[in-house]
């Protein structure tokens, strides 16, 4: 089964997925940007206040092939648990959002049909659900999409995400404190897997 964990930045993922490693230890624990040279490239554009958008989406989306054939099949292949802190919903909402200076129109089905073909569709979808503003603030507004007003557009791009498919997503409130969020994503992991 393959868990992802989805919000703003500063919504707390990472701080949810280092403490599900104690509770699921034989699961693997994986996240995108990778820590692959692929995901080096990813960081260098992040840290360019003038990357091409469209340039930085196909590096993105490359870094994800590469994680999709290097770690997750494999690891659903064999039959794990997979928990990725971010995945291709992390490219529908960023992406679509920083495509809205180029001349693609529909950008969300635009970055969405990039990934159709090759991807493979989470089963559950963990949403940390934070406002712009205080993810802004919590995630010490350190890159260019740290900022407030870019975030709100984020925001929205998840919530349609989040409208077309309720199923696959459970949104969990990230101004809650950090345990009591923790115990919600374990109990929608725990239900899920029952399923
Ligand atoms: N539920 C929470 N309430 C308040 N602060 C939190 C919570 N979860 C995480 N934080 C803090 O917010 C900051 C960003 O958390 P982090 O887990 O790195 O978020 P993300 O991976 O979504 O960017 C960190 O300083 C972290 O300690
Ligand atoms: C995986 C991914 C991340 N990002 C952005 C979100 C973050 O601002 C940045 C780095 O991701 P990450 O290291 O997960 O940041 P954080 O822990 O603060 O949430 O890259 C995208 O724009 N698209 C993507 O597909």
Redesign the pocket.
């Known amino acids: 089964m393959l868990v992802t964990l989805e919000g703003l ?2 919504s707390g ?2 701080t949810v997925w280092e403490a599900l490693q104690a509770s699921y230890p034989d699961a693997t624990f994986t ?3 990778t820590d692959s040279w692929y995901g080096d490239a ?1 960081y260098r554009s ?1 840290g360019d206040d003038d990357a091409d958008p469209i340039a930085e989406l196909f590096l ?1 989306t490359a870094d ?1 092939a590469n994680h999709l054939s290097g770690t997750i099949e494999p690891a659903l292949e064999a039959g794990r648990l997979v928990i990725s ?2 995945y291709s919903d ?2 529908y909402a ?2 679509a959002a ?1 495509l809205r200076e180029t001349r693609i129109d529909r950008p969300m089905e635009y970055v969405r049909s990039i990934h159709e073909p090759f991807t493979r569709a989470p089963d559950l979808t963990i949403y940390l659900d934070l406002d712009a503003e205080r993810a802004a603030e919590r ?1 010490g507004s350190t ?1 260019k ?2 900022r407030r007003e870019y975030l709100s557009v984020v925001r929205s791009n998840y919530e349609r995400l989040i409208e077309e498919e309720p199923e696959r997503f459970v949104r969990v409130d990230a101004t809650q404190p950090p345990e009591a969020a923790l115990e919600r994503v374990e109990s929608a992991i725990e239900r899920r897997l029952e399923e």
């Open positions: 930045d500063g993922k990472t996240r995108e940007p990813v992040i993105y994800h802190d971010r992390s490219r960023y992406q920083t995630s890159n999409f740290e």
